[in-house]
Every structure is written in structure tokens, then in C-alpha cells.
């Protein structure tokens, strides 16, 4: 029988001692990693006659997948909705910085802005492998500028528009190109929004609802045309009426084409939702549950007054408001805060918490496949944590790009 060095000569790390998220359920296995896959051990066993080259012991963690955040505007005095010089190495800051907090890959959100800004911005944002040197970039997530005045929320009204009059080609006009973008959060009551969620879809682009005056019908087409997520669920749409539940009915709607699942966005920040709301829609659809950040340029610095692409923000403790209002700005909650904070709410398993930003923003974009889990031959991203969610070691293809140094490992 062959020896694994003649399959692969790459080496093979075994993490010992640890909890494994696989299958919904915590198992006492070690995960192999080689060439920055998880392997299979019976293959490496009984096909390659295979062993590890070096072994971990995780001393009892947690091991899970890498966190995905699809909604995060920015952090770490960095404004992704800010055409600036520099703008690179400013998403290259964020991609460092949230590897401490879990996340391994995610999608730089643009808000509302006008259409010279996304011309300048998006040729800079480019899908790439996460690594040392931060977390991947799956793509852009464009929140507006096609969405309801009445739902503006934090979203400069003057830069909010239509596509009524040519349907897609108004959209390309806005945006520039397509070639990075992942999302688009559109308001499904503008006409012509079937056409071009549909385009949109065409493309491989998820479409998103939200910053929205939908009821429930104009939201249950939007989903037959093909949208698939809704952006965090309960703010910026018409609150929930037991005649007419708008968009938030999707959660429990009879009209979902078969086969077709519906994702919520989730800011479980314990200001954006009342963990009562939070309940609720965790308790209706579980398995749809995606969390988001949401997190704003201030998100990892001191209160004061920082930017959210047009509009100057004030940061009071976890609450930021778009300065002199009381309008809710994005946040400056961390995605392992969100999860911690969902688990307390929810009273949900730990797996669940784990797989709500893991497993279900990966089902939502398709990717399922190679992340958000710890299936055999998936990409070895994936946490180290502690009983109380704590972070304290993260790998990206299976290489550690960052660790709490308390640990003493």
C-alpha cells in the first residue's frame, strides 16, 4: 500500500483533545488538516497508510467553523462606504483585525451612496483567500441605494434611487460593474424589481430585502423571482401586523417555492433587537437565522463621532446614532459578541450559536460546500474557543493567523 507521502508530501497537522462541531452536534474527535483541507482519517488510515506529522492538543476547546459576516460596513476607524486613496489597506486593516473575533471570511458592505462613490470602490474590492494577512473576501455587499425613503434609517435620503425607469440597466449605471459583488438590498415594492432581482440572481448575485415598505405579497414575489435573504430582520421595515406581516411573514410564509429557503439577517447586538424579537424569529425559523455584525467604522474604537459613508455617526456605549437623532447607525458589536449575546437570548444550543454565523450565511451564499463546516474536504477555517464562546485561536486553511496569547499554548 502506498505511504501518504506519495499522494501528498504537504505535512499533517492532527488537533487533539477538542470538541468538534460537525453534523449540529459537539463530538469528541481531532480534526486533520493537510494542505489546508480537512482531511478524512480513515482514508489517510487505511488508503495511504498515512499518520500526523505534528499533533495539537486543543486542551478541551471548542472547535468550530470560522465565522462569516455578510453585513459589516466597516471597523477600526475604517468607513467601507469611503472612496479614500488608501481604501485598500484600509479593508485589509478590517480583514486583520476581526481574525481576533472569529472571522475568517466576509463581505465589505457599502451603504447607500452615490454612484461615483461605488465607481471608485468597487474596482478595489476583489474576492480573495483569507490568510495571515486577514480574513477572505467573498465579495460586496451593496446595501441601497435602491431602497424606500420611509425605510432610509441611517442612509443619506438624497443618495437613495430608482430603478423604475430602465429596470437593470439603471442598477449597472449606478453601480459600474458586477464583477465583486455578492449581495444586493433592494426594497421589492419599487417597480420593476422582479426584472432585476431576477438579472441579479441570473448573475449569481443573492438579492436581499430590506429597507423596505413591502407587505407580505410584494415579498413573497420577490422570493418566487428569486431573493433569498432579508437584511436584518425587523429594523428599517414595516414593524410585524397580524393582517398584513410585511416582510418579516416570510419567516412562516406557505408561498416559498419548494426547495427554496429563506435567511434573516440578525444584529443580536441586544440593542437592534429585543431579545424577546430575537426569540421569536429564532423560534419561527431557526434554520434561517444568519448573524451580522452590521459594525460601523467605529466598531473596535472609543464613543465620539466617527463616519457611515455620507453621514456622521455618534457612538454612546453599544449605541450609535447618526449624529443630533436617535436613528440607529449600524453597530459596534464584534460577531463572537453576537453570538455569545445570541446564545444567552435565545437559550439555544451552543452548536446552533456556532452555526448561525457559520453554517447559515455559507448556505446563504452558496458556499456550503467549503465553508462553514468541518466536513471532510472543506477548507480548514475554523475557531478555537472556550465553553463560554470565547475566541482564543483562529486558522484559515488550516495555517493560525491569530491567538489569544493568554492561552499559554
Not at 466576509?106 to 470602490?121: D, N
Not at 437593470?168 to 415594492?189: K, N
Not at 414595516?238 to 429563506?262: C, M
Not at 477555517?381 to 475566541?391: I, R, T
Request: aromatic share 6%.
Amino acid at each position: 500500500m502506498p505511504s501518504n507521502k506519495s499522494v501528498s508530501d504537504a505535512p499533517i497537522a492532527q488537533f487533539t483533545n477538542c470538541r468538534l462541531l460537525r453534523g449540529r452536534r459537539l463530538q469528541r474527535e481531532d480534526l486533520w488538516v493537510r494542505e489546508g483541507k480537512i482531511l478524512n482519517p480513515e482514508k489517510l488510515f487505511f488508503d495511504e497508510k498515512g499518520s500526523a506529522d505534528v499533533q495539537l492538543d486543543c486542551k478541551g476547546c471548542i472547535l468550530a467553523p470560522g465565522f462569516i459576516d455578510v453585513q459589516i460596513n466597516g471597523g477600526f476607524g475604517v468607513d467601507f462606504s469611503l472612496a479614500t486613496d488608501d481604501f485598500r489597506s484600509g479593508i485589509d486593516l478590517v480583514a486583520q483585525k476581526i481574525l481576533s473575533h472569529g472571522v475568517t471570511s466576509f463581505c465589505p458592505t457599502l451603504v447607500t451612496s452615490p454612484p461615483s462613490v461605488y465607481h471608485q470602490i468597487l474596482p478595489q474590492i476583489s474576492v480573495r483567500n483569507g490568510g495571515a494577512h486577514g480574513a477572505g473576501i467573498l465579495g460586496a455587499h451593496l446595501e441601497g441605494p435602491f431602497i424606500s425613503k420611509e425605510k432610509k434609517g441611517a442612509h443619506p435620503e438624497h443618495c437613495i434611487r430608482t430603478f423604475e425607469e430602465n429596470g437593470f440597466q439603471d442598477l449597472l449605471a449606478t453601480y459600474g460593474s458586477l464583477d465583486c459583488i455578492r449581495i444586493v438590498t433592494l426594497a421589492p415594492e419599487i417597480k420593476r424589481s422582479s426584472e432585476v432581482i431576477q438579472e441579479l440572481t441570473k448573475r449569481g448575485i443573492c438579492v436581499s430585502l430590506g429597507h423596505s415598505v413591502a407587505n407580505l405579497s410584494q415579498a413573497e414575489e420577490a422570493v418566487q423571482h428569486g431573493a433569498t435573504f432579508i437584511t436584518h430582520l425587523f429594523n428599517a421595515m414595516l414593524p410585524f401586523h397580524h393582517r398584513d406581516p410585511g416582510i418579516v411573514g416570510l419567516l412562516t410564509s406557505d408561498k416559498i417555492p419548494a426547495g427554496r429557503r429563506v435567511f434573516y439577517g440578525m444584529i443580536s447586538d441586544g440593542i437592534h433587537t429585543n431579545p424577546a424579537a430575537l426569540r421569536i424569529a429564532h423560534r419561527a425559523h431557526p434554520k434561517g437565522m444568519v448573524l451580522v455584525t452590521d459594525a460601523i467604522a467605529g466598531m473596535g474604537l472609543a464613543p465620539g463621532r466617527h463616519t457611515l459613508g455620507q453621514q456622521v455617526v455618534e457612538i454612546d456605549g453599544l449605541n450609535t446614532y447618526i449624529a443630533g437623532t436617535k436613528t440607529l447607525s449600524g453597530s459596534v458589536a464584534t460577531m463572537d459578541t453576537c453570538v455569545r449575546h445570541f446564545l444567552e437570548a435565545t437559550g439555544c444550543s451552543v452548536e446552533t450559536a456556532l452555526e448561525a454565523a457559520s453554517l447559515h450565511p455559507a448556505q446563504l451564499l452558496g458556499i456550503e460546500d467549503r465553508k462553514g463546516t468541518l466536513n471532510y474536504d472543506s477548507d480548514a477555517d475554523f475557531l478555537m474557543l472556550d465553553d463560554s464562546l470565547h475566541v482564543q485561536a483562529t486558522y484559515i486553511a488550516g495555517e493560525e493567523v491569530w491567538r489569544q496569547d493568554a492561552l499559554g499554548m
